[in-house]
């Protein structure tokens, strides 16, 4: 039976999928890496030179022991997988990442071992495990070749007079990012360095690797099982029986465990177990999760974890394979119930690093040089990186970082468990630390000197503990009753030596007794126990803060395909709605998390639950949240950040234990094959070439191969079933990759065609998903700015809290990061933008163009001057408005800058036409930037100014509201009313601008100055101006037609409306006046036609009748009704985003302004030969008739309560009376509104005012005051604001002392 037809029923359910062998050809020869050539390439292309004529001959300069050579895949069991098809370049390239290793006898040869992944397009993973070891060269022709290659290499040496540059690389300028091909992880003694290599004394050794491909993370197993197939070919003996029958026993007869079921099977010497996890527990993670917290320390892993879940890029940087893989599977283990949706290369491959020009989010390994310094490494970007050393246990985090909810109590937690397993969490280092032999990472002989006793915590961190010090570090630590032994003997002088050997025998009796474990199944054991309950921690902490997710997922699709189709245009999440439910320390983090792609994919997911089969992940998490809903309702912790730790670290471990003691099932033992006899014969040290025929060949049959047959039979008939839905699969794929925005097609790069067309091709992927991200970024800033509007056309959410807008802006500003970083020439400095913008700022400079920029920027600003009377023009200058930027001494960093920048350009509605002046300037772009990046597509580009420039449709306040403690710059600028003459005045002016954030102070305006600048702390969006004079002088009285007042950073000019006098004896006697602002909008076109008086509404009642405009008592009524709706309106909001009270109180169309009309509708003011009256003579007359009542005694008899109100009002009205400040009638009318409003006295306040005899004599009959039903009705709207806390501006009570 062939093996591609014996494959297809048993496979899925196999064990492992390919054994491989890879390493050197004897048949080819010594080849150069082809790698070399492509550095060549991408070096040249990186100085800005033709690639073409890039050298592409030998690297004569650097010792052949230490220049990279091809290996090969020399043999891979069984020829091919039909599910799984043999990815040959792939496997020889993360088996060897950095191809051929020689050494010589003087040289450490200790086999190593790392594991690989191989992520496929749609996402499913291939685990490998390879063993490397080093194998005598036998074959003549190689070591004549070396030879001649170290002749070579001295002669070019003595050429150059320079014999230090043995050890220098051809790619010096990408040392950084070339680590691979620079030196061996070992370099050699001094001695050895300037003797080389000659082939008449000398022993060759060449690297050559075992690797098993499997489809689930069995590390342990693989590890065991590989170091007894080396140690089978390295022993002095030959093995039982050939490596053949142990290669197809794990090839053919050793199943996967079921789920929830143990496996044990053999190895060459010793059995070997594993363990599945059930469908309801955590997927399977064989990954040591205790390594990954030991070499990073729990505070410096929480905030990685974080880092990933947020999607930023991460690159993971160590000397050992292993160590960048147990980190990159240990994080990723950890997002459970979610899952990292973009470029995942745990191992970058040397012919990969263009890679990391990636403008995508990504979690990458690399590998660091021995010795390497981190500061010359030089990154595409940094803005958004997350770099992670993992040798030396440190970390560099993005700026702006949200931190990871209730992190305190979790990174507790997690230690808690950490140390129970006796693991140190403080400083990242171990007490603890066991490896298996020939697993310990190499390294220099010199570090493995007598180190001093501060160094061995580092050492055994670092793996470097020589094997009998470990043992003894094990026992310390592993035995709680020899630890007290210890500290007794401590403490009492004794020696301890015999305690070491009691130690060393209690080991010896543990490992030798019958049916005793063994201490790497202990270790197993404990590993496994250890990640299940850290893992639990984490899932626990997403249980808790996604309880009650589904009740905000949006269903709105009949079915899948239509749901598929319009999957884009669709809102699947409430997120608004969600965010409100959240306890608010938890929103900086998750505004910023549900907005990431892997989240997007989990509800996507839930989604298409309810047509498909769920997901494993998401089964098993609503399984979770189910089963916590039936012992607890969460009810009670809604809205609270109390932290909740993990109930259930015993059953998860205990359920691993009870797994791994009680075997549920042993595979068939190795046997011998039917084999040609005298073929693979036993050579020592060396490992056989296997005989092909019986390794491609599956057994004929075994009974879990006809289960798993079946089970694949009911699969497709299952399949065939659910076809009614009409969905074809590549359909389906199409509109997924579609949905998933970016990133999917580039999870993993193919690591086949390496030619430079190729990563042209690569980049130009990645310009169309930058150019889609942003349209998709900008399209949602617009949907969710739009709110009401945008619902009305079908977009879905109502409203934008200021978190999320917050966070979709910083989201826009790391996009604008990535764009920039992609295809730069040369790094300067940690932000691409803010290095290009000083680039354009210094070539600007230089040809003194600072006055005037370009024929673009030298038209004037009309939108904000349009609006603005006289308020000079404000020019447009992108080096203007970065000046402002460095003059922000609060902003330190280039990454801080380049994001002020973006606000304000946003603010200012100017980023799109900056960045287009940015880029107009072609010969800077062509320098600082590569042929394939992004900035230099030009039609890719014009579509990405496009979509920047629609966001000018909306107001953002993305600068003022989040740069609140900088100083601003304003200009005010008073408009009198000039036809009514009285232009400038004899008095003494002054003015008091305040804000949402705070006011400016008092500032005394120069006389007959109508214009001021002054600088002051940010005051956020204006609210109030108040304006006042002493009434000094002949001329003291004031027409004021509005004040304007102008921030010059952002340029957003406010308009004060005012149109009445200021002066005793004239109006209402008013010396200053709090006018409300409104923020000018920009008008297109011609500007609209000068308006005078602007606000008809303040002038005194007399001017308004005579107007004819009096309105009438139903819209009198519909004008209270409106403005008591709209402060309604103002409390429902999120308090971050409801602006400013006082408008709805005192401004247009307001509360004041309605309550006015009411009471002025039937009131007698104009009186002949006598002075205008106005709605505060009344209520002061109403008052003084109290207060005369209640002196007579009249106010004894009445209700307690009612006597209680009218005193109330006559201190309200006293109080205002008596304020030092002079603010006429209408003024104090306003203030005793407001004042009713905030103390929730007004309804209580109008039957007082009703029933006073005064109202005969100054209101009509048909007045609404008079009219019992109006008042009634006026009562019951206003008793509507009662239970919200109404708060007044500092600038309308200052100086009322109640």
Not at 330 to 335: A, S, V
Not at 513 to 528: D, I, K, S
Not at 664 to 693: C, N, R, V
Request: aromatic letters at 8%; glycine letters at 6%; one cysteine or more.
């Amino acid at each position: 039976m062939s093996g591609s037809s014996a494959a297809p029923g048993a496979a899925p359910c196999r064990f492992a999928h390919y054994f491989a062998i890879c390493g050197i050809d004897t048949d080819t020869g010594l080849e150069p890496d082809e790698l070399a050539a492509l550095y060549q390439w991408l070096e040249a292309d990186r100085q800005g030179q033709d690639p073409g004529d890039a050298a592409s001959g030998e690297n004569l300069e650097q010792s052949p022991l230490k220049r990279t050579f091809k290996s090969k895949v020399l043999a891979h069991y069984p020829e091919n997988v039909e599910w799984n098809p043999f990815d040959q370049d792939a496997v020889n390239m993360l088996c060897m990442p950095k191809g051929l290793s020689f050494r010589t006898q003087t040289d450490q040869r200790d086999p190593q071992f790392h594991s690989f992944i191989i992520t496929k397009e749609d996402g499913s993973r291939t685990y490998g495990f390879v063993h490397t070891f080093y194998e005598e060269v036998t074959s003549p022709q190689i070591c004549s070749a070396m030879q001649t290659l170290h002749l070579m290499h001295n002669a070019q040496s003595t050429t150059v007079n320079n014999p230090s540059s043995a050890s220098s690389s051809s790619s010096s300028s990408m040392d950084s990012l070339a680590s691979s091909l620079d030196e061996a992880d070992h370099p050699t003694s001094s001695s050895q360095r300037a003797g080389g290599y000659d082939s008449s004394r000398d022993t060759l050794y060449v690297s050559k690797a075992m690797c098993l491909i499997t489809p689930m993370p069995f590390m342990h197993a693989c590890r065991r099982f590989l170091l007894q197939l080396h140690k089978a070919v390295s022993s002095p003996t030959a093995p039982p029986l050939p490596l053949e029958s142990y290669v197809h026993n794990i090839l053919y007869e050793v199943p996967l465990p079921a789920p929830g079921r143990s496996l044990k099977f053999h190895g060459v010497y010793e059995p070997i177990v594993c363990q599945r996890p059930g469908l309801g527990e955590l997927q399977l993670a064989d990954f040591p999760l205790a390594e990954a917290f030991s070499l990073l320390g729990v505070e410096n892993l929480v905030q990685v974890f974080t880092c990933t879940l947020l999607e930023m890029q991460i690159l993971l940087y160590s000397h050992d394979y292993q160590r960048l893989m147990t980190v990159a599977e240990g994080i990723t283990t950890l997002l459970f119930p979610f899952q990292w949706q973009h470029v995942y290369v745990p191992i970058l491959p040397a012919s990969l690093l263009h890679f990391l020009d990636a403008p995508v989010p990504y979690l990458m390994g690399l590998q660091s040089k021995e010795g390497a310094d981190r500061s010359k490494l030089e990154l595409p970007q940094e803005a958004n990186l997350c770099f992670v050393d993992i040798d030396n246990h440190y970390i560099e985090l993005p700026e702006d970082f949200p931190q990871f909810p209730n992190k305190t109590e979790f990174t507790q937690e997690l230690s808690e468990v950490l140390l129970s397993f006796n693991i140190s969490a403080n400083t990242g280092a171990p007490l603890r630390t066991r490896t298996s032999p020939g697993s310990a990472p190499c390294t220099p002989a010199r570090e493995r000197r007598p180190a001093a006793l501060r160094q061995l915590e580092d050492d055994g961190r670092n793996g470097n503990l020589a094997g009998e010090e470990l043992a003894v570090l094990e026992l310390l630590q592993g035995n709680a009753t020899l630890e007290r032994l210890q500290a007794l003997t401590r403490r009492t002088g004794v020696t301890v030596a015999r305690v070491d050997a009691l130690r060393a025998g209690v080991r010896a009796q543990g490992s030798e007794g019958p049916g005793a474990r063994t201490v790497a199944e202990e270790e197993e054991l404990r590993n496994a126990k250890l990640n299940v309950q850290l893992r639990e921690v984490f899932a626990s902490r997403f249980t808790t803060m996604f309880a009650d997710y589904e009740a905000f997922v949006i269903q709105s699709a009949p079915d899948l395909e239509s749901w598929l189709t319009n999957r884009e245009q669709m809102h699947n999440f409430d997120k608004a709605s969600f965010l409100s439910d959240q306890p608010e320390p938890y929103l900086p983090f998750l505004s910023h998390f549900i907005e990431t792609q892997m989240f997007a994919t989990f509800i996507d997911n839930k989604i298409m639950s309810q047509w498909e089969e769920k997901e494993p992940l998401l089964r098993v998490f609503d399984g979770r949240i189910e089963k916590a809903r039936l012992y607890n309702v969460r009810a009670s912790t809604l809205r609270s950040s109390c932290y909740q730790r993990c109930s259930i670290l015993k059953e998860s471990a205990q359920a691993i234990e009870q797994r791994l003691m009680k075997i549920d099932h042993t595979a068939i033992h190795p046997h011998l094959l039917d084999m040609k006899i005298g073929q693979g014969k036993y050579e020592q040290g060396f490992f056989p070439k296997l005989q092909a025929d019986v390794l491609n060949t599956g057994p004929t049959s075994n009974k879990w191969s006809h289960r798993t047959a079946t089970a694949q039979r009911r699969k497709d008939r299952h399949r065939q079933q659910t076809e009614h839905l009409g969905l074809d699969n590549d359909l389906k794929e199409k509109y997924m990759q579609e949905a998933r925005i970016l990133g999917k097609n580039l999870r993993q790069p193919k690591l086949s065609d390496l030619s430079p067309a190729v990563i042209a091709q690569t980049n130009w992927k990645f310009v169309e998903g930058l150019l889609k991200e942003c349209r998709m970024k900008t399209k949602r800033m617009l949907v969710e700015k739009m709110g009401r509007e945008a619902v009305e056309l079908g977009h879905g959410e109502a409203s934008i809290t200021g978190l999320e807008e917050n966070t979709l802006i910083a989201s826009l500003c790391d996009l604008l990061e990535r764009i920039w970083s992609h295809g730069l020439q040369v790094k300067q400095g940690k932000s691409a933008l803010w290095s290009h913008l000083l680039h354009y700022q210094a070539r600007e400079e230089k040809l003194g163009q600072q006055q005037a920029e370009s024929p673009v920027s030298n038209v004037p600003e009309r939108r904000k001057s349009d609006c603005c009377v006289a308020m000079p023009f404000l020019r447009v200058s992108l080096t203007q408005d970065m000046r402002h930027i460095q003059s922000m001494s609060e902003i330190k960093t280039d990454v801080g800058r380049a994001r002020a920048w973006i606000r304000l350009s946003l603010e200012k509605k100017l980023l799109s036409q900056h960045l287009k002046q940015l880029l107009s300037r072609h010969a800077l772009t062509r320098k600082l930037y590569k042929r394939y990046a992004f900035l230099r597509c030009e039609e890719e580009k014009e579509q990405f100014l496009f979509h920047l420039l629609s966001l000018n449709t909306v107001d953002y306040f993305c600068f003022t509201s989040v740069f609140t403690t900088i100083m601003i710059p304003y200009r005010v600028i008073i408009i009198p009313i000039k036809k009514l003459s009285n232009a400038m005045t004899t008095s003494n002016p002054w003015v008091c601008v305040s804000g949402e954030l705070r006011d400016s102070g008092i500032m005394q305006i120069p006389k007959n100055v109508l214009e001021m600048t002054f600088d002051c702390q940010n005051l956020g969006k204006l609210t109030t101006v108040q304006l006042g004079h002493d009434n000094a002088g002949l001329l003291a009285k004031w027409l004021v037609d509005c004040v304007l007042v102008r921030n010059e950073i952002t340029g957003h000019t406010y308009r004060f409306p005012c149109g009445r006098w200021l002066g005793k004896g004239v109006d209402d006697g008013s010396l200053e006046r709090v006018l409300i602002g409104e923020l000018a909008v920009p008008s297109c076109g011609t500007p609209p036609l000068l308006r005078s008086p602007s606000q008809a509404r303040r002038i005194s009642i007399t001017s308004l009748s005579g107007r004819g405009n009096k309105p009438t008592s139903a819209q009198i009524q519909e004008a209270i009704g409106e403005a008591v709706i709209n402060i309604i309106k103002h409390f429902h909001k999120p308090e971050k985003e409801r602006g400013s009270l006082t408008v709805l109180l005192c401004g247009e169309n307001s509360l004041v302004a309605a309550l006015e009309q009411f009471f002025h509708f039937g009131f007698k003011a104009a009186r002949l030969f006598q002075k205008t009256m106005f709605v505060w003579d009344f209520v002061e007359k109403a008052v003084a008739h109290m207060e005369s009542a209640d002196q007579m005694g009249d106010l004894q008899e009445t209700v307690e309560p009612l006597g209680m109100t009218c005193q109330s009002l006559c201190h309200y009205v006293n109080a205002i009376n008596s304020t030092s400040r002079n603010i006429g009638k209408d003024g104090k009318f306003q203030l005793l509104v407001c004042l009713g409003a905030r103390d929730r006295l007004l309804p209580q306040w109008l039957p007082l005012l009703v029933e006073c005899p005064v109202i005969p004599r100054m209101y009509e009959d048909t007045a609404l005051l008079r009219d019992r039903t109006s008042v009634n009705a006026l009562i019951g709207v206003l008793e509507t604001l009662h239970e919200f806390p109404v708060t007044l501006e500092a600038s309308l009570v200052k100086g009322i002392d109640l």
